[in-house]
């Protein structure tokens, strides 16, 4: 394969250019999944603060209070989805410029022959750039997160390898200043906008210990690596076996630690197959269809050994094997948090986006490889060009269904019968459509297949509630009540089904005419034993429903007990304020007082609730002055 040229960067942003233009006509698309959840409270920035908004997100240990920075800097576009997934865009195409940067500092003659590096790290980014599992991570908006996170590790690493190159031209104190500032600023940025931040470290070294093991070494920069790049990751693993939250957080999964331990080997494997040979019908959202493997079975077994060995080879063999070993170890280590023992969902595709270039790296090595081989050249161009060609194909057909949100929903349904998050999603695409028939049908496909499950019920009858005629009567939500005692089937969507609705009255989509029916349902889950681990959750939604009743004493009953369950700011906010509507401004007052008293300590924190307690001060002192 020849050189692309004198001029690869210009080619590199013709590439960039391309694959704008493949994703633009998906930038439309609709949000998914908790992508409202993460984003609505946009429209509340202009009265609770941006501080508020970006540091009390309670996505992960941090909060990725970049990520939901750059969310806040958006907040004039929301609700349209097309500014969001605009910026992701941007985001990927500068890792894709990242990706093209590392790439030139870490191919050498071992990899292929000098003149064909510029070739090989153009081939690497657009494979890259394009590959089909990367469209949820742009397409899908929260996962901002994970763009983000990479941007800063894909930093970290560039600059790493430059302060290598300062340090091994005797500039020793300016390489040692990059490396603390790769792992001391780039790293924690990285962190701050998804938690797998922490593994910077680890794609550095395995980069240090293949791809460059034959450049010159020094004690004292070796030592420095280490220290910089392990430790964090050493301390946050730990962090995690120890933590008391670990435990409560497999309570609530369909699986135990065994169990997730043997069956993430087998998704791993899936992953690689994927990575290497696209199929266009297993890229998708929802992936809960994916069942944790309960025993040892073959497959179970297959996957651990395939792995062990493949890790055990890489490791042995990194010396004599340099590019296999980068390919394996940098894949694994970047799958070390999400595809390892914390009780995450078992399979996401973005879990993939920074490990997927190990594999990637390999696959464009070996047709580099099959080129030298082969005694006639086209024939080794016409392979890379056909491999090219899978990709951007399975990419364009991808995006062709992200342009067409229902005949999406459609075709993931039915690619993914077992999924519940598929035919949810169906079922919703159907209602905000308005096709009212396919959406009962839907209902009661739904009704048959989870028969225990209480969303459904709650998200119909609201359904019928906004656009339904008749409207459910009294009759109605009395078989809703009953369900709701009896049903056995939890899912975290009951909550963020309650509280969406809420919601959307409060932004005038759909009024609720009789709330006390929604606070009698919630009251009778509340006294359900299946719904036990969100009590604290749906007190404060009872809470919240009375108050719409102008039932002030039962919602003060609901938020005291979601006190003694989860005693946050929030909810002393809350009940302050129904203290309040009690004509209670005495004891709101007080209460207030304990809030700020109790934040005094905290001046970080005070700063995220300042605006709220000043607005609720303010109508309090207003209501003591005049009482009538």
Wanted: aromatic share 12%.
């Amino acid at each position: 394969m020849n050189s692309p040229g004198r001029h690869p960067r210009i080619w590199l942003l013709v590439l960039l250019a391309g694959t704008a233009w493949l994703y633009y006509p998906a930038l439309h698309s609709a949000f998914l999944l908790d992508d409202a959840n993460n984003l609505r409270d946009l429209a509340l920035l202009k009265q609770d603060g941006w501080l508020h908004y970006v540091f009390t997100n309670t996505t992960g240990p941090t909060g990725r209070p970049l990520a939901m920075l750059s969310f806040a800097m958006q907040a004039s576009q929301w609700p349209d989805p097309f500014g969001f997934k605009l910026v992701n865009l941007l985001i990927h195409l500068v890792n894709g410029g990242l990706v093209f940067l590392i790439c030139s500092r870490v191919v050498t003659a071992q990899v292929v022959p000098g003149r064909q590096k510029a070739l090989f790290c153009l081939l690497l980014t657009a494979i890259w750039l394009l590959h089909p599992i990367h469209l949820t991570s742009v397409l899908y908006v929260v996962q901002r997160m994970t763009l983000l996170a990479s941007t800063f590790m894909l930093l970290a690493v560039l600059l790493y390898l430059h302060s290598w190159d300062v340090y091994n031209r005797g500039q020793r104190r300016g390489g040692m200043a990059g490396l603390l500032a790769a792992f001391g600023l780039l790293m924690p940025l990285a962190v701050f906008s998804k938690e797998i931040g922490i593994l910077a470290g680890l794609y550095t070294i395995v980069i240090y210990q293949t791809l460059l093991r034959d450049k010159a070494r020094d004690g004292t920069w070796n030592l420095a690596t280490l220290v910089c790049a392990l430790l964090p990751v050493i301390c946050v693993l730990a962090w995690l076996l120890v933590s008391t939250e670990f435990e409560a957080a497999y309570a609530i999964r369909p699986f135990s630690l065994y169990e997730r331990l043997i069956t993430e080997p087998v998704i791993l494997l899936d992953y690689i197959r994927l990575l290497v040979l696209p199929q266009g019908s297993r890229f998708s959202v929802f992936h809960d269809d994916v069942v944790a493997l309960s025993s040892m079975t073959v497959p179970a077994l297959a996957g651990i050994i395939t792995v062990v060995l493949s890790l055990v080879f890489a490791i042995a063999g990194r010396k004599k094997y340099p590019v296999f070993a980068f390919a394996i170890l940098w894949f694994f280590s970047g799958h070390v948090l999400e595809s390892g023992f914390i009780p995450l969902e078992l399979y996401f595709e973005h879990r993939n986006y920074l490990p997927s270039l190990g594999i990637l790296f390999l696959v464009v090595w070996l047709l580099f490889r099959i080129h030298a081989c082969l005694s006639m050249k086209t024939l080794g161009i016409g392979i890379a060009l056909v491999y090219v060609s899978l990709v951007v194909f399975t990419t364009k057909s991808g995006i062709g269904l992200w342009e067409q949100p229902l005949l999406q929903a459609e075709i993931w349904k039915m690619n993914q019968p077992q999924s519940r998050r598929a035919l949810n999603n169906l079922w919703i695409m159907h209602m905000q459509y308005g096709n009212h028939e396919r959406a009962e049908e839907l209902f009661h496909e739904f009704r048959t297949i989870y028969p225990e499950d209480f969303y459904p019920m709650i998200r119909y009858i609201n359904y019928l509630e906004c656009h339904g005629e008749p409207r459910p009567d009294e009759a109605d939500w009395q078989q809703v009540t009953e369900f709701a005692a009896k049903a056995a089937e939890l899912h975290y969507s009951v909550v963020t089904t309650f509280d969406n609705i809420l919601y959307r009255q409060y932004r005038g989509k759909c009024k609720i005419e009789h709330p006390e029916y929604y606070l009698y349902t919630l009251e009778a889950l509340i006294n359900n034993p299946g719904f036990k681990s969100v009590r604290a959750n749906l007190h404060e939604l009872a809470a919240s429903y009375a108050a719409l009743a102008g039932d002030g004493p039962r919602a003060l009953v609901n938020i005291n007990r979601a006190l003694r369950e989860r005693s946050t700011i929030a909810n002393l906010i809350f009940k302050a304020r129904i203290l309040h509507a009690l004509d209670r401004a005495d004891d709101a007052r007080k209460l207030v007082e304990r809030i700020e008293n109790r934040l005094a300590s905290r001046p970080g924190k005070a700063l995220l609730y300042k605006k709220q307690i000043e607005v609720l001060a303010e109508e309090i002192n207003r209501q003591e002055d005049d009482p009538s």
